[in-house]
């Protein structure tokens, strides 16, 4: 029976000194990753990697009982991400459906977003659907030659749609088109990567996943500050958020977007953007609905409402409840399981393992392996400087 994955032991519980290490700080946990936080000894280190077994039907799973609080968050994670913790199980059938995916749900916006409907148009649309189906045939072609034949050309052709939904999303100058583009980018970079990995160059794989990544986490990032906080990030400190959004998850946001690990500090800067308390008082002693953005919001408001069309305050609030907070949610949880790929891509290559080859060691392993759904793999040196 296989003990050891990618270099880890399969564990089958989580040991107290690891929620520890999470609760104390010493350790981050991004999507399946625990590593060991800056600051400490072994930095950025793995301590602990949560994937799930191969065959498992449910993209998120079942979590039965009271499961550690890092599983729950995991879970999440995928289910936000919409893809697998484990990046061999993100095959060109399951990229291939993601694109349909992707082309259903923009369609039904096409109608009222004009610029949506013209993405939807271009021919870089159709070409990016015949590689990406082209792939997914893969399994039905048995010479060797031909499937590399067709690799081949695909990772051609995706390199080229990478360039170009690139620069689409860096010229986006909307968060729905941004929001669009995004998605094609993220999808194209992981067709692109598994094409290295199938032809056994998973080491490029990783390379160029990384610096797809890195590229994707910047023009993100420029979206969230610009489309999504805006001006006034401080809005979402108000009572109509009280109860959707915890203020730690708020902290992270920001984090996220300026790219700095601030936590809390970041509420100096928030109650600046408040105003005077007092003034507020004296332009509106109370608020005429409960649903309306606070009058100590509203130079961000303004800047907002010219930003995205002149929009109500309602109109405001809702998008942001439905939307805004969604899609950041959504975007931080993607980006925590890119790196997360990325990680395991360089795992596989330090290993001498393919996809297809780390698959079948998951699916060597007994259901008794798994701990609520996950398969977990522990570093144990690593463990025991976190301990």
């Known amino acids: 029976m296989i003990e050891s994955i990618l270099g880890m032991q399969v564990i089958r519980e989580i040991p107290p000194q690891t929620m520890l290490c999470l609760a104390s700080g010493r350790c981050v946990?991004?999507?399946?990753?625990?590593?060991?936080?800056?600051?400490?000894?072994?930095?950025?280190?793995?301590?602990?990697?949560?994937?799930?077994?191969r065959g498992t039907h449910a993209l998120v799973p079942a979590l039965v009982g009271t499961p550690p609080q890092l599983l729950t968050t995991?879970?999440?994670?995928?289910?936000?991400?919409?893809?697998?913790?484990?990046?061999?199980?993100?095959?060109?059938?399951?990229?291939?459906?993601?694109?349909i995916d992707i082309e259903r749900k923009l369609g039904k916006i096409a109608r009222e977003i004009q610029a949506i409907h013209d993405l939807l148009k271009r021919r870089e649309q159709s070409e990016l659907r015949n590689s990406l189906e082209s792939l997914a045939q893969l399994d039905r072609i048995g010479r060797q030659d031909a499937r590399i034949q067709v690799i081949t050309a695909a990772h051609r052709d995706l390199g080229i749609k990478l360039q170009q939904y690139g620069r689409l999303l860096g010229e986006a100058d909307s968060l729905e088109l941004a929001e669009a583009c995004e998605q094609y980018y993220c999808l194209i970079a992981l067709g692109r990567a598994r094409c290295?990995?199938?032809?056994?160059?998973?080491?490029?794989?990783?390379?160029?996943?990384?610096?797809?990544?890195?590229t994707w986490r910047a023009q993100v990032q420029r979206i969230a500050r610009e489309h999504m906080l805006g001006e006034s990030a401080a809005r979402f400190l108000h009572a109509e958020f009280a109860e959707e959004i915890p203020v730690e998850e708020l902290y992270a946001w920001l984090d996220f977007a300026y790219d700095e690990q601030r936590g809390s500090a970041w509420l100096m800067s928030l109650r600046r953007q408040l105003g005077s308390y007092y003034e507020i008082r004296d332009r509106s002693p109370r608020l005429p609905?409960?649903?309306?953005?606070?009058?100590?919001?509203?130079?961000?408001?303004?800047s907002l409402k010219s930003r995205i069309g002149g929009l109500s305050q309602s109109q405001l609030l809702a998008r942001d409840i439905d939307h805004i907070v969604p899609l950041m949610r959504q975007l931080e949880a993607r980006d925590d399981v890119l790196a997360g790929y990325v990680t395991q891509y360089r795992l596989m290559d330090q290993h001498g393992l393919s996809p297809a080859e780390l698959e079948a060691q998951l699916a060597a392993l007994p259901q008794e392996a798994e701990l609520h759904g996950f398969i977990v793999l522990e570093a144990p040196a690593l463990q025991a400087a976190a301990d």
């Open 29 to 53: 946990q991004h999507g399946g990753v625990i590593r060991i936080a800056a600051g400490h000894d072994g930095a950025g280190q793995i301590v602990k990697h949560l994937i799930l077994p």
């Open 74 to 99: 995991a879970s999440r994670t995928m289910a936000l991400a919409q893809v697998s913790l484990a990046v061999s199980a993100v095959g060109f059938t399951v990229l291939f459906g993601l694109l």
């Open 196 to 214: 290295h990995a199938e032809m056994e160059a998973v080491g490029l794989a990783a390379d160029e996943l990384e610096t797809s990544w890195r």
């Open 289 to 302: 609905n409960v649903r309306s953005v606070p009058d100590g919001i509203r130079t961000g408001v303004d």
